[in-house]
T-cell receptor, first 114, second 115 residues
Framework: DAGVIQSPRHEVTEMGQEVTLRCKPI?????LFWYRQTMMRGLELLIY????????DSGMPEDRFSAKMPNASFSTLKIQPSEPRDSAVYFC????????????FGQGTRLTVV | AQSVAQPEDQVNVAEGNPLTVKCTYSVSGNPYLFWYVQYPNRGLQFLLK??????LVKGSYGFEAEFNKSQTSFHLKKPSALVSDSALYFCAVRDRGSTLGRLYFGRGTQLTVWP
């Protein structure tokens, strides 16, 4: 398996623009997580899905952020409109069912909003 | 509420010396515990986990971690550090009794191993 695949790897956009980050989880994994990493806040869980259903989105910073998982092999995280404070590395991760299972992370998308 | 604390932002050690990266946790029930490593410009990679049984868990790249229930700790160790071990290390916990899949991560500890 190729692992968790995220695209793009890097994204530079202007403030106010819409940004869409994409993730393909590992086949057979039931959980999908979106994290954001910054120097100030460390690693933050934004939202996670179980069997394509959002379970906990309490970490989503505000209404500008939205996430979808239309099927088991694809998820998106959208920011509209983007702001400079959204600049961060965004990670997608997936895991099998079961609380004892480890999560596998993608390589991340480095987002810069200017 | 679940939480993880990594009390040291940075750990420096000479190559060949033993290393320890500390982690303490708080969960309402019993924990599942994990260590991850992050190299520059990469995602997190799983190192090892504690589920049950032997308190000493062995993982990838010669790392091991010891679960101590009374001290609610899960420190990462390696007998002999390598320069290539230099990276950011994250401890994570999941409540065994929780039906939810959420992992709680610490803030990370930057390990630097100098030659």
């Amino acid at each position: 398996d190729a692992g968790v695949i995220q695209s793009p790897r890097h994204e530079v956009t202007e403030m106010g623009q819409e940004v869409t980050l994409r993730c393909k989880p590992i086949s057979g994994h039931d959980y999908l997580f979106w994290y954001r990493q910054t120097m100030m806040r460390g690693l933050e869980l934004l939202i996670y899905f179980n069997n394509n259903v959002p379970i906990d989105d309490s970490g989503m910073p505000e209404d500008r952020f939205s996430a979808k998982m239309p099927n088991a092999s694809f998820s998106t995280l959208k920011i509209q409109p983007s702001e400079p404070r959204d600049s961060a590395v965004y990670f997608c991760a997936s895991s099998r069912d079961g609380p004892y299972t480890e999560a596998f992370f993608g390589q991340g998308t480095r987002l810069t909003v200017v | 509420a679940q939480s993880v604390a990594q009390p040291e932002d940075q750990v420096n050690v000479a190559e060949g010396n033993p290393l320890t990266v500390k982690c303490t946790y708080s969960v309402s029930g019993n924990p599942y515990l994990f260590w991850y490593v992050q190299y520059p410009n990469r995602g997190l990679q799983f190192l090892l986990k504690y589920i049950t049984g032997d308190n000493l868990v062995k993982g990838s790249y010669g790392f091991e971690a010891e679960f101590n229930k009374s001290q609610t700790s899960f420190h990462l160790k390696k007998p002999s550090a390598l320069v290539s071990d230099s990276a950011l290390y994250f401890c994570a916990v999941r409540d065994r009794g929780s039906t939810l899949g959420r992992l709680y991560f610490g803030r990370g500890t930057q390990l630097t191993v100098w030659p």
